[in-house]
Each structure stands twice: as C-alpha cells, then as structure tokens.
C-alpha cells in the first residue's frame, strides 16, 4: 500500500520532489567524481611504482643457490622468486653481489660465497610480512638482509609498524569523502525535509486514522527512494564521464614531457562503482532518515494544525538591509534569518569554497613566481641542457672536450660531487663571524666541537680541468691544476629571508693547506693546497648552503681529485654536465642540441637529460595540474553550497506561496515581491563574499611574509581574473536559483493559495 502510494505521490506532484532530485543527483555525481578520480589516482601510482622500482614485495640479500630458492618458492603464500638481474649486475660492478663469479671485491668481508638479491612475489599480499622472517629464520639469514617494497604494499593496504614513511593517499582519500558525505548530508538533509514538510498536513491525517509512526516513516522512506532512483543513476553515470575527462585534461595539460611522468590511462573497476553506489546510497538514507523520524513522531493534532508555512520573527527586524533596500530588503533579511539553519550549509559550502579557491590561486601564483626567480631566471645565463650521467667519473669523462667543441655551445662543464669533512680552527674563524656568534646556532649535524676547533661538512665540487682553468680566469687567480678554491662565505641563519640573505666571511683565508677528511672516518685523510678563498662560485646549476649554512664547499680540478679520491672515500656515482647554447632562445634549437649531446654520449653511458625552456613548459603544466585538481576540489564544495541554494529556493516556494498572497493582498505589487527575491538572491551570493575577504587577505599577507617576495610582484600577477569568474558563477548559479523559484511562483494562482489550509 504504501509503496504505491509513494509512486503515485511522485507520478501525481513532479514539482515537489524537484529539489531533493537536484540534490541527489549533485551527490552522486560529486561521489561518483571523486571515487573515479581516486581510483585512477591510485591506480596512476601504482603503475608509476612498477616502472621505477618493480612490482616485487620483498627482497632478500644472501648466497643462493636453486635449491635455496624452490625451498622459498615452497612457501604457502609465495608466488614466485627470481633473482634480480639488474640490480646483481649493476652492483657486480661495484664489486657488492657478484653473482656470475670471481673475486669479491670492496664491502663484502662477511662471507666465503657470493651473496644475490632476490625478489619475492607473493600471492596473498598480507602474508609478506608474517612469512618473511620465516624464510630468513629457516635459512639461516640476518633479519636486515631483508627489504620490503613498503610503497607498494601501501597502495594495497598492507602497511606494517617498521614503514619508516606515512602513506597519506587512502587516508586523504577518506578524509575527502567524509567530508564530502558529511556536506552532502546536510544539504540533502534540508531538501528532504522541505518535501517532507510539505506533507505534514496529511501525515497528521494518515496518524489519525491510524497510521504508526513506523508506517508514516517508511512511507517517507520510500517516497525518497522514488525521487531518487533516476537522479542517482544519471548522477553516477556522468561522474565516470567527467572523472574520465579529468583524467585525460590531466594528461594534455601535464604532457609528457615531465621528468617521471607517463601517460594515465582511465580506468574503472566494479568495486569502485559499489563503493560509490554505496556512499550514495548511505548519504541519501540518512539525510532522509533524519526528517522522516522527526516528522513521523509528531502527534496527529500537532501535524493537522501545521500549514508549512514560513513563519518570521519581528524581532529580528534588518534594519540595514531596510536602510539600503526599504521594506523589501528588511523582508528578505527576515525571511533569510527565519531560515537561517536551511541556509546555513549553502553558506557555509560558499565561504569555504571561495576562501579556498582564493587562496589556492594566490599560492600558485606566488609559487610561480618564486620558482621564476629563484631557478630559471636565476640561472637563466648558466644553464640551457643538464645531462645527469649514470656511472661516470668526471677524471675519465673524455667525450667532455668534444661536447666543448659543438659549435652551438658557448660553454659546458662537467663536474661531480662527493661529500668530505674538514677542521676549522678556532684562531681561523673570521671577526665578522665571531661577532655573529661562532658556531653557537649550528646543530650537531652541522659542527662537530673537536679538541682544536669546529668539524664542518666539505662538500666537494669536482670540475673537469678545462672548466676549473676558466673558473680560475673567472676570479682573477694564476690558473693552474695543482690545489683547491674555498667558498668562503656563510650567512646569518637568523635572518629567514632567504632570499635577501646577510652574508659574511666564514674564515679569515689565510691558510694555504687545507686538511680533507672522509665522511664517516674521519681517520683517513688528504692534504691539499688551497688556491685562493672567494665568494665567487662557478658557473654551474648548483644550490650552496641551502640546507646546511655552516658548510664549507671546495672547488678541485679532476686531476687533483684523481690523486686524493681514494683517501677520501670517492665521489658520487653520476657526474652532470652544464651546457650553454650559443642561441637558447627557441626550444626547437635547445632539442636539437640536446638531442646531439645524447647522441655524443650515449653509446657508454645512461643519461637523463633535460633543457631549460621544456623544463619551464613542464613546470609550468605542473603547476596547471595541480590548479585543476584543488580546484576541482573548491569547486566541488561550490556545488555544495549552491545545491544548497537550490534545494532552499525551490522547495521553500512552495511553502511561501501564502506568505507572497498575503504580501499581494495588503497592497505589495510583482515588482516589490521580486525586488524582495533579488534582495535574497545578492544576500546569499554577497555574504560569502563580505566573509571571506579579511581571512583571504590575511591568508595572502601571511605568505608574502613567508615567501618574501615584494607586494608589487605579487599585486602585477595577481589571479584577479579567475578569482572574479569563480565568484561570478556562483553569483550566477544563485541568481538562476531564484529566477527558477520565481518562475515556479508566478504560475501560481495566489488568490487559490490563501483558499488552502493544507499547502498541498
């Protein structure tokens, strides 16, 4: 029974149930939307996992043989072993895993045979972690020669108290969709209760005649699963279509030209789809289930008595909206405040949203803008192609000198890193740095207080020797091969302003030796000259004394570096090559150089290169990514807010049918009752507005400070245009809320209403 007289209530009134169908179907939509996206998100970092690192599980590090691996394979929940090639080959040659044989070489004092990587598979993800110390106690093998793929594990939920990292993606995902249900909620919470108000007339007759407050709440029930069978279908629908479009706008905006990136490909699993048909289904039960049991305990006398109409309370009179608007803007103000918790949601989802987006795009903009000065502008005149080789030593990188010799490069280098410690004395230290406090602000990871002095960090900068002759030329020093040059320079670490740092002296340079210790063993040693001390550096793409002030860099030829390398403890794996082009305006001219270098030296080593204009498109695109994503986001909760909206507009003007005849029949004319409606309208779309605008200027003051960049820097590339088109939609969504409420009122007989005692 009363399953069809739900259908019939639906059939029979199409216009009631409009605001809790738009509201159902923006929730599934939105829901829809972000299990789609998260789905490829997930499904993106994945792959991007696989193709860097494998889609193994667990490793072990031991000396194997084939009955070793069937006795792991032989495990319940282990899939498959295989012995990682790659990696026993690469590290073959650093003398660590020797798998093919011969005589072990350097590191590997603690045993007689030779020791493999091998990868695990597992069949049940779960069973890694209990199964592993298993297999490592009956072979016999040390709980660290074990490693697992804990980035991998996390993407399936198999995370274990020894991941040293937190893996954000499923909480954030959680977080976003509570949030997201939770504003749902409310705002179809208030649709389902307008439409259900509308009814409490003739549920108080339904109670009268004997109607159970069970009965009259599955009626409501059901009448809710009705209105939004349809909505909910075409919602989630169109969700998957618009997550696929995401996903492919992603991808024409990225490119794939970013460094790491590949090309995500949609995808769409039938899990995905129950589990937002799930959250649908569930935010949709409570925003009804709430209303119907408050109105189905209400007494048959109290439900018969109840008109729905909207009451206002003179009390609370607007006396500002009277002064700038007359009678009608003081009846719009009480109308708004009498419906204060239908609206609060809207404007609740409003502010936030346009809060959010404010900020967002002044983030981004000021993130540009740091990113501009700070790196390519910065190093606009040092740098056009970077070429990162794998496995190269700079002392026998010879293919240098014919990059050198390209006739559309005006400069290159290539040079090496390695890391080294030295011992400055406390008689060494310069007056300007005493006066600033010594070493007293450096943590310990920085100095070291030793017997004679300070034990600071010395990185080491090895250039090949061409480029260190132009580095002598380039500070006015006798050019020669046989010592170092000092970076002596240091900055106040108490002044944050990065980006106009106070720099001073770090030691008085009056030493002509210096002392090169190895990092780790301070034991061993080298002992160098020292060429000069200057506040000059190279003409290189190197940051120095970024993260650690109390550095000391040094500046070697790779002739030198050859000679002390070995008491040092060596250098880096890969080496890097700076390459100026003659003409580095077009980035046709910079690929077609980059594509030669490659060329050059691609036949003996691996490379990833880059050049400076792609790499600003990539940024670039990067930034537009993240733009559309959190934008996606601020969006999302605009559509709450103006769901919202719509759901109050259209479902309220029903109930106000009696307030506009009565507003009609002592005299207002149509064109006061829609001056009163457009009064609503520019307070609801205003007042998000009025509130966001102090804590988005002190949002954008605060990361001016933090960024130190100049407010006219800022205020010149200000997002005004996209910040007015957001506010201008919702402005425009609100108006066409109202417009539609005012089209549904003016086919209303109004004369007819105030005949009605039941509103229905």
Known sequence: MWRTYAFDMVKNNPSSGMSVRIAAFISALLLSLLTGVFYNLWKYEVERIILEEGDWQSRIVGEFDEEDLEHIRSFAHVKDVVVNEKINSKDSKKGRYNKDGGEKKEGRQDGEGEEVVVDIYFSRYRAVFSDMPKIAESMNIAPEKISYHYELLAMYLVRDSSDPKPRLLFPLFVLI??????????????????????????????????????QIKSFLLQEAAVLCAVPVLAGKLLGIAFSMGLIQLLNILLGKDVPGRHASVFGYHPLVFGISLAAVVITLWVSAWLPARKLSRLSPLEAIKNTGEVHLKRKKNSRILRLFFGVEGELAGNTLKAQRKALGTASLSLVFSLLAFTIMQCFFTLSEISTRETYFARYQDAWDIMVEVKDADVENFAQIREIQGLSEVESAA??????????????????????????????VQQAV????????????????????????????????????????????????????????????????????HKSGDEKQAAEIPVLAYTTQV????????????????????????????????????????????????????????????????????????????????????????????FGGFCVLLAMIGVGNVFSYTLGFVRQRRREFARYLSIGMTFKELRKMF?????????????????PGMIAVWYMLKMSYLGTEEFLSEAPVLPIAVFILAISGFVALAYYLGWRVMGRVDLAEVLKDDTMM
């Open 414 to 443: 290539v040079y090496q890193k390695a890391a080294a410690k030295t011992v400055v004395l406390e008689e060494e230290i310069s007056e300007e740095m005493k006066a600033f406090g010594g070493f007293s602000h450096a943590s």
């Open 678 to 694: 457009c009064v609503e309208a520019l307070i609801i779309a205003g007042r998000p507005l009025v509130l966001t605008l102090p």
């Open 538 to 629: 190279p003409v290189l793409r190197e940051e120095y004394a970024s993260l650690d002030a109390y550095e000391l860099v040094h500046f070697l030829p790779a002739s030198l570096w050859k000679e002390i390398k070995e008491k040092i403890g060596g250098g880096e794996e890969d080496s890097y090559i700076r390459v100026l082009g003659k003409n580095h305006e077009s980035l046709k001219e910079l690929d077609l150089l980059q594509n030669r270098i490659e060329e050059i030296i691609g036949p003996d080593y691996r490379t990833e290169s880059e050049n400076r204009i792609r790499e600003f498109e990539a940024n670039a695109r990067i930034i537009w990514g993240m733009k559309v994503i």
């Open 449 to 516: 207080k030793t017997d004679v002095g300070w034990m600071v960090n010395a990185p080491l900068v090895i250039l090949d020797d061409e480029s260190f002759l132009a580095y002598c030329e380039q500070i006015h020093i006798p050019v020669q091969l046989c010592g170092a040059v000092v970076r002596n320079q240091i900055r106040d670490v108490t002044n944050p302003d990065f980006r106009h740092p106070v720099e001073m002296p770090y030691v008085k340079g009056e030493k002509d030796i210096c002392i090169l």
């Open 177 to 214: 969709m509570a949030i997201a249900s939770f504003s749902l909620i409310m705002v179809i919470h208030n649709a389902f209760a307008i439409t259900m108000k509308m009814r409490i007339h003739q549920l108080g007759i339904f109670s009268s005649i004997g109607a159970a407050p069970r």
